[in-house]
């Protein structure tokens, strides 16, 4: 037999899908039940939340890093030696 516990949630959409889906929010009995705060004023703080969330962490997208395939390396590596061979033979 499985026990439940029953809690309120607020499941507020993302203001942009590309940070995340859904976000969800466990309310406290106390909030729940009363507090002087309506439902509303909950919603509107949780949706407020999210906003914030997606505008701070979202939009920037980090710089992508130059890496340099094996391939270019090697390319590298032997120019740089046939350079260097070059030189050493001239003087």
């Given at each position: ?21 859904q976000?969800?929010?466990i309310?406290r ?28 962490h979202g ?29 050493v033979?001239?003087?």
């Amino acid at each position: 037999m499985v026990k439940g516990i029953s809690r309120r949630v607020i499941v507020v959409d993302s203001p942009d899908p590309r940070i995340f889906e859904q976000a969800i929010f466990i309310l406290r009995n106390e909030a729940a039940t009363g507090g002087g705060v309506t439902s509303q004023q909950l919603v509107d703080q949780a949706v407020r939340i999210a906003k914030n969330y997606a505008r701070t962490h979202g939009g920037t997208v980090p710089p992508r890093r130059f890496r340099l395939t094996p391939l270019w390396s090697a390319l590298l590596g032997g120019a740089s030696i046939g350079l260097i061979w070059l030189l050493v033979c001239l003087i």
